[in-house]
T-cell receptor, first 111, second 117 residues
């Protein structure tokens, strides 16, 4: 079963706007990783946030983690057309080493 | 380039044939993972190695699938007697264990797209 579940499934915004997507998971985790994927391509690692961290930034990306609610969010600020992609959250279970992905959020940034 | 590489990038085969994919991880990474991704879905875990030891296998990995990492470096994934349902993108990832800011970060290769006719 897939543990990371993203919401919304799809998001359409204008260039320059912010995009926010959420992730929920079910079990205890060591960390949670966010990835971007363009159609037909591999996954590009964006950010890893550990279970003892609450917020992390990388360029225009901001990730939060709330372990009490078992949820995370990814914010992309000042979006660009090149940000058009699918975004996946992937919790790393505390009991193992595998990532469990949801179906992703498909983001369309219109120029 | 020191990223994860996978070969071939595309494979078209007829049902019933055997196929083998190769993954070369980032050189200092001791962990290697295989995932499978179908269209419109997120990747699903198949199996994981630490050095040469295969430590976990998913129930998705039927007895037609076998993975090896003989010297703890590159890995191969073989599918015997392929079926049309095996058509997917097969992704390999690697990571390092231990200490450091990038520990546990899984870096993915470009994938091998398998089409079974």
């Amino acid at each position: 079963s897939q543990q990371g579940e993203e919401d919304p499934q799809a998001l359409s915004i204008q260039e320059g706007e912010n995009a926010t997507m959420n992730c929920s998971y079910k079990t205890s985790i060591n960390n949670l990783q966010w990835y971007r994927q363009n159609p037909g391509r591999g996954l590009v690692h964006l950010i890893l946030i550990r279970s003892n961290e609450r917020e992390k930034h990388s360029g225009r990306l901001r990730v939060t983690l709330d372990t009490s609610k078992k949820s995370s969010s990814l914010l992309i600020t000042a979006s660009r057309a090149a940000d058009t992609a699918s975004y996946f959250c992937a919790p790393l279970e505390a009991a193992g080493n595998k990532l469990t992905f949801g179906g992703g959020t498909r983001v369309l940034v219109k120029p | 380039d020191t990223g994860v590489s996978q070969n071939p990038r595309h494979k078209i085969t007829k049902r019933g044939q055997n196929v083998t994919f190769r993954c070369d991880p980032i050189s200092e990474h001791n962990r290697l993972y295989w995932y499978r991704q179908t269209l419109g879905q997120g990747p699903e875990f198949l199996t994981y190695f630490q050095n040469e030891a295969q430590l976990e296998k998913s129930r998705l990995l039927s007895d037609r699938f076998s993975a090896e990492r003989p010297k703890g470096s590159f890995s191969t994934l073989e599918i015997q007697r392929t079926e049309q349902g095996d058509s997917a993108m097969y992704l390999c990832a690697s990571s390092s264990s231990g200490r450091g800011a990038f520990t546990d970060t899984q870096y993915f290769g470009p994938g091998t797209r398998l089409t079974v006719l």
